[in-house]
Nanobody, 122 residues
Framework: QVQLVQSGGGLVQPGGSLRLSCAAS????????MGWYRQAPGKQRELVAG???????NYADSVKGRFTISRNNALNTVYLQMNSLKPEDTSVYYC????????????????WGRGTQVTVSS
């Protein structure tokens, strides 16, 4: 079994910063891409940022220059540093990882964290 455990998030004033973490654990052979998504009430889940196993990152236009995604492969952890937060960043943030496991063969699947609330408000 594979689990993604998220931490971080909370309430912050506009212009403030938060850091999200997501640690993968379980019968992991290899973690491929990792990423952060968000979903606001009444809206579809959207990609915020993604990062490959070799560290190549991509961002949604709305967060470029403000958010930074990074990962520690030794700890199976992905981070999202969020700076200059705006009220429109308010959402539930989910981490996602494409993970290859080994059990009588290799299987690659997407795994999701349970989500964490980020609220930007004065």
């Amino acid at each position: 079994q594979v689990q993604l455990v998220q931490s971080g998030g909370g309430l912050v004033q506009p212009g403030g910063s938060l850091r999200l973490s997501c640690a993968a654990s379980g019968s992991i052979f290899r973690i491929n891409t990792m990423g952060w998504y968000r979903q606001a009430p009444g809206k579809q889940r959207e990609l915020v940022a993604g990062i490959t196993s070799d560290g190549s990152a991509n961002y949604a236009d709305s967060v470029k220059g403000r958010f930074t995604i990074s990962r520690n492969n030794a700890l199976n952890t992905v981070y999202l540093q969020m700076n200059s937060l705006k009220p429109e960043d308010t959402s539930v943030y989910y981490c996602k990882a494409q993970i290859t496991t080994w059990s009588r063969g290799y299987t690659t699947s997407d795994y999701w964290g349970r989500g964490t609330q980020v609220t930007v408000s004065s």
